[in-house]
């Protein structure tokens, strides 16, 4: 025992390690939150040209609306820059390296979209300055809001596709006698969506081509009143959860109000479970399970291989996968680590089987879909403000779930299925199983039931390892706990999940490919 405990004490402290060093990674990082947002405005931007929109074209102001956003995004992703770069004097690291390289190209990317918004609001002289940064070479000089910060993005690498984008784009604007014959592909080739539109609108105006510009108005129309409707689905799922849940969580306080201890928020603490094992086995599965099994043995070993295997057979590198085979992939991970972390705990309590009554229940009995459905609603207010919040402390920072990026990529409806398994199924019935039907259970041997949730919970949110998480996971999980407690049913708490997760999916795969 005592040389299992020592071997557990070191893993724990690799363990600790590597949450900690991942979450001080994950400050480096952008939140997901400020791409989305962008996504959005470009789709607010292509729905205001429909037609049977101009009241939203009046009252939204879409382009001042979304220059200011996308200043805002320049803003923080030179912070980003800088403090990568910061970090890049003191130390050689490949991965530094590649996020750099990457905020770099985003910056550049900004910049070509802020200076047609700039154009389209009369402010030309402004957008030839902006564009002016990106036709040369190698760099792309501009003024910036500090000395390091300006050192940095004078030494940006602009490529080769952004050069000939901003030369086109100044051409259109400054010098109509000198286009490019090659301006129409590169603006179809470089540009989408409204920004697209807008470009080769001022190229066919410039050189009279109005069965051409007839053309692309239709098309624009057509485009645009798909936006709206997509834009307004989009929209439409937080309202009406915000709306529902407003209105259970005012039942729930009003209940407890007037009947006091017989409310549903009450009596929480007098749910326990009989808990056969003690910390150790509770420590052995958190750090073998979760942690060794599943983030290195697997997630450090087995995919690695795994994925140079197929890079070396079919000559394919992982990151010109598809959005199909990304999904694939993600899908395959998710569910090579359940099965790692769900093998372990099996291993660790298969010698107190069986269990006593109420451990792992999965019961289609009871009222388990009305607590789901409504711990879905109470939560969506909730976590809306937390996030809120947490957006005010982190500014843009601090990571986020890496699958969400991948599922905003694209449209493809077998793509967003496999991500719906991921995401709807395999996931909440894993994590439930884990955190709430066996950590949360087995801690209630040691401390009370509602110390049990919020420990369950911080443990659920940091290992999701983005800072920026933490706060919103947190209170999403002291939910899913409340209401597994409650019903002492993890088919409560899996539906609850996989509300959640399935609404963030539905509102990505509306927003996704705006810029078609």
Known sequence: M??????????????????????????????????????????????????????LNAQEKPVETALNAYQKTRKSTEKAIATVQARLDDTSNP????????????????????????????????????????????????????????????????????????????????????????????????????FRYQGLAKLYGLQQRSDDLAQLQTLEQQAAQQAFLRWAGANAIPAIAVLVGIGVLLFLIGQRAIKGKQALLSGTDAVTWNVPWDGEIVWQV????????????????????????????????????????????????????????????????????????????????????????????????????????????????????PILSVALEGRDPFAFLIFLITAAIAAPLFEETFFRG?????????????????LSSLIFAVVHLSLSEVLPLMTLGIILGFVYTRTQNLMASILLHALWNSGTLVALYLLGGSGA
């Open 2 to 55: 005592t040389a299992k405990r020592i071997f557990l004490g070191l893993l724990t402290l690799v363990a600790a390690a590597s949450v900690v060093l991942s979450l001080v990674e994950s400050w480096n990082q952008p939140q997901f939150q400020s791409r989305l947002e962008l996504y959005e405005t470009d789709l607010l931007l292509q729905a205001s040209q429909w037609k049977g929109a101009e009241q």
């Open 95 to 194: 991965s530094l390296t590649a996020q750099l390289r990457q905020q770099q190209g985003l910056l550049n990317e900004l910049d070509v979209r802020i200076g047609v918004l700039q154009a389209e609001q009369n402010q030309v002289d402004a957008a030839l300055k902006t564009w002016s940064g990106l036709k040369t070479p190698s760099t792309a000089p501009v003024i910036s809001e500090t000395p390091t910060i300006r050192k940095t993005l004078n030494e940006r690498p602009v490529s080769t596709s952004i050069q000939s984008t901003a030369s086109v784009l100044s051409e259109l604007w400054s010098q109509p006698s000198k286009i490019s014959p090659k301006a129409e592909p590169i603006l179809k080739q470089n540009l989408n969506g409204w």
């Open 286 to 401: 958190l750090i073998v399970g979760f942690f060794f099994v599943e983030q290195v043995l697997i997630g450090a070993l087995i995919l690695p291989l795994g994925l140079s295997a197929i890079q070396a057979v079919f000559h394919v590198s992982p990151a010109a996968f598809s959005i199909r085979e990304k999904a694939l992939l993600s899908l395959t991970t998710y569910i090579l680590l359940a099965t790692g972390g769900l093998g372990v705990l099996y291993w660790s309590v298969k010698r107190f089987l069986p269990l006593p009554e109420g451990w792992f229940r999965f019961s289609l009995r009871g009222n388990w879909f009305w607590w789901g459905l409504g711990g879905y609603a109470a939560a969506y207010p909730l976590v809306l403000a937390v996030s809120w919040f947490n957006n005010l402390i982190w500014q843009g920072r601090g990571g986020s779930n």
């Open 438 to 454: 066996f950590l949360l259970s087995s801690l209630t041997k040691y401390f009370s039931t509602w110390q049990s949730i919020l």
